[in-house]
């Protein structure tokens, strides 16, 4: 039974699992920290660029000129991967995804997979349906594989395991690679991990990546790494197999040099990744195999509210500058992506399940100010706000008072009084009355004190003068 | 698969593609170059479609050489350059640079080896390799990247498998930025497996500390090579 699948439907408890994290301060603090910072250099990378905003503008058109031309874009697509001898699959749903690579994997007996890092698989839960069904499925990249051996999600799509301290990281490869347990230095565990890794990746008979983009004029895909795990990957063993999001098309070569520019400044802020690898055709006696899978992708699509999230390259920029994400830690969502992207792309697979996480948000729009891609994020929180509301789900605490909320702003005469009541009360009210467990607003802050006077009173009086 | 007939995968997801495109469609913006590398102030922009180009601190001047941006930015990635002058120079930069090496392997004909590669060779017999000698024929000054196919790698994992990297590249094959790296300079199909290189295998994923050498090459040494 895999982790995913014992959690069944139950909707997740992103503010309970938040509350653990920042329980420890230690674990809060260094994530913070780390995660501003990758902010702060995509700041820095993208000031050094002349036009960034101009890039950022060029990229969101194409992205959104190949998703009102997808069906094309996905055909030629495949005829040039075709040609190429690239072997193609189709995958409606999570299911058939891992049913088509499983068969693969049975066709050549494979017992050792080695995968790169790949938010659709994830996405999919195809590594505990693998092993479920006897076949080895090792990650390859550090981070991920500090994930698979805590038995955790990713809690961030760029840097898996950043919510992880060095001394947990110590204590983890002392009970799984035997090494000295009171050794933090990350130089002795990187390489205790390299060391660990080799002999499987020389014995692996084949590899799984992901992919950045998938280039329609040329018929192969663009994995981004630092490592150059996938590369060990997609040159080691005989038989490689890559999962596509059908979103991932871009139409042209010469788009790369557009994406790339964005990607890994918006990430990490260096001007590219350390490996930027084209995959596009099996080396001589191998095989390459490409897997298209929808997933819900095609219904997004036909949201005229929701088909922008599809331009996601999966910087995690807006997961880096969110306030709300950098305090609680990327697990306490619940969900295969987090942060202010994940808020939108998760309830679009289970809305129910997900119901809380457009919540988890303080709505301050830093995310769309930062997309690459130019994804208006904090609108599309405050849409998947109002069908969870629309659909009566709006967790207990928030629809006791939102209802109210609506009524009284839908008549001004009634707002006008129940501000003037509203003020004349604060003033009075004892601190507790505010500072109840109702109102999470005010556990780490103190109410602002109420003005003398309404706005609207004192335009009334001041303002009017003017005219 | 049980799949009713005429209900496949493919065509059912490109069926409901097609009726969930959204509306209007979005015209393809063009990208266009500059009109040739080196003779853009500043270097790093685009022109056309993005109106007029600023001047990035640091970068060279039209008709300055690259070489010196792509050094800089290439330390920046953890790799490391040296100018050197004929082969000659290439070789005793490579010895003094690796003494220790049991296993050196060179694809350039004018740079000795220990072992020979030849096409076929099996990919898992690069484990043991110490240096790998390889040559690119295309480098990239706003990342410090260089351009590495199958072609060049002779069996594609030495470029992963080999403890270091030395790539010989010549100071005139370097283009200002991604745009024109992808602007025609090769093509992608005619390649099983093709890479940009900017630095060696680095891993930021214990608390961010930058490690180089994760799980590929340890270090990245770029010979600019002038004849």
């Known amino acids: 039974m895999s982790l995913w699948q014992s959690e069944a439907s139950r909707p997740v408890e992103p503010e309970a699992a938040a509350a653990r994290f920042i329980n420890d301060p230690k674990h809060e603090e260094t994530h913070d920290r780390l995660v501003w910072g990758m902010r702060t250099k995509r700041d820095q990378a993208a000031s050094l660029l002349p036009h960034w905003e101009e890039l950022r503008e060029v990229a969101s058109q194409v992205k959104e000129h190949t998703l009102t031309h997808l069906d094309q874009y996905l055909q030629q697509f495949e005829n040039n991967a075709l040609a190429n001898g690239v072997k193609v699959h189709w995958a409606r749903d999570a299911a058939e995804h891992n049913n088509t690579v499983l068969r693969i994997f049975e066709e050549h007996g494979v017992k050792l997979v080695i995968k790169s890092k790949s938010m659709l698989q994830e996405e999919c839960g195809m590594t505990e349906f693998l092993i479920a069904h006897g076949i080895t499925v090792r990650e390859s990249d550090l981070g991920e594989r500090i994930q698979q051996l805590s038995k955790e999600r990713p809690s961030h799509i760029v840097v898996p395991s950043i919510h992880k301290l060095r001394t947990d990281i110590a204590e983890l490869f002392a009970e799984h690679l035997h090494t000295d347990p009171h050794n933090s230095d990350p130089h002795y565990l990187a390489e205790a991990m390299r060391n660990d890794a080799r002999p499987q990746f020389l014995a692996a008979d084949a590899a799984m990546t992901g992919a950045n983009f998938a280039v329609a004029e040329t018929g192969g895909i663009v994995v981004c790494t630092n490592e150059g795990n996938a590369d060990i990957g997609a040159t080691v063993p005989s038989l490689l197999v890559s999962s596509i999001g059908i979103e991932k098309l871009i139409p042209r070569a010469s788009d790369l040099g557009l994406f790339l520019r964005l990607l890994s400044r918006s990430a990490l802020g260096p001007p590219m990744t350390q490996y930027t690898t084209h995959l596009h055709r099996p080396r001589p006696g191998t095989e390459l195999h490409f897997v298209l899978v929808d997933n819900k992708r095609s219904e997004r699509l036909a949201s005229p509210d929701f088909w922008h999230v599809l331009k996601c390259i999966r910087c995690g920029a807006c997961m880096n500058t969110c306030p709300v994400y950098r305090r609680s830690g990327g697990l306490a969502y619940g969900a295969t992506y987090s942060g202010p992207i994940g808020i939108i792309l998760d309830p679009g697979f289970d809305h129910r399940k997900y119901r809380e996480l457009p919540f988890h948000s303080s709505l301050c729009g830093s995310c769309t100010e930062v997309c690459p891609v130019k994804i208006d994020i904090s609108n599309q929180i405050y849409k998947w706000r109002r069908v969870i509301a629309s659909e009566g789900l709006l967790p207990a605490i928030k629809g006791a008072g939102l209802p109210v909320l609506g009524d009284v702003l839908a008549h001004p005469a009634v707002f006008h009084a129940a501000e003037a009541i509203g003020i004349a009360s604060i003033a009075h009210l004892p601190h507790k009355v505010l500072d109840n467990p109702l109102n999470p607003w005010t556990r780490h802050r103190e109410m602002p004190g109420a003005p003398s006077q309404t706005f609207h009173a004192w335009y009334e009086k001041e303002g009017k003068k003017h005219e | ?227």
């Open chain 2, 1 to 227: 698969m049980s799949e009713p007939v005429g209900t496949s995968a493919r065509d059912e997801i490109i069926s409901r593609v097609r009726n969930a495109l959204p509306r209007p469609p979005v015209p393809l913006p063009g990208i266009e170059l500059s009109g040739g590398q080196k003779s853009v102030k500043g270097g790093l922009g685009y022109h056309h479609n993005l109106t007029d180009l600023e001047e990035v601190q640091g970068f060279p001047e039209p008709g300055e050489p690259l070489a010196p941006y792509f050094q800089k930015q290439l330390a920046a990635m953890g790799g490391q350059s040296f100018l050197v002058s004929g082969y000659g120079e290439a070789r005793a930069k490579i010895a003094e640079l690796f003494p220790e090496a049991k296993v050196v392997c060179s694809v350039v004909p004018e740079i000795p080896g220990t072992r020979q590669v030849t096409p076929g060779q099996r990919s898992q017999d690069m484990h043991d390799v110490d240096v790998a000698v390889l040559r690119s024929r295309l480098g990239v000054a706003e990342a410090g990247a260089i351009w590495l196919s199958d072609a060049d790698l002779v069996v594609p994992s030495l470029g992963v498998l080999a403890q270091h990297l030395v790539v010989l590249l010549s100071p005139d094959a370097i283009v200002p930025t991604l745009h024109e790296a992808y602007d025609g300079r090769f093509h992608l199909p005619a390649h099983a497996y093709s890479l940009f290189m900017a630095g060696p295998s680095a891993t930021g994923d214990i608390e961010g500390v930058i490690i180089h050498g994760a799980q590929g090459a340890r270090s990245l040494t770029v010979l600019l090579v002038s004849s």
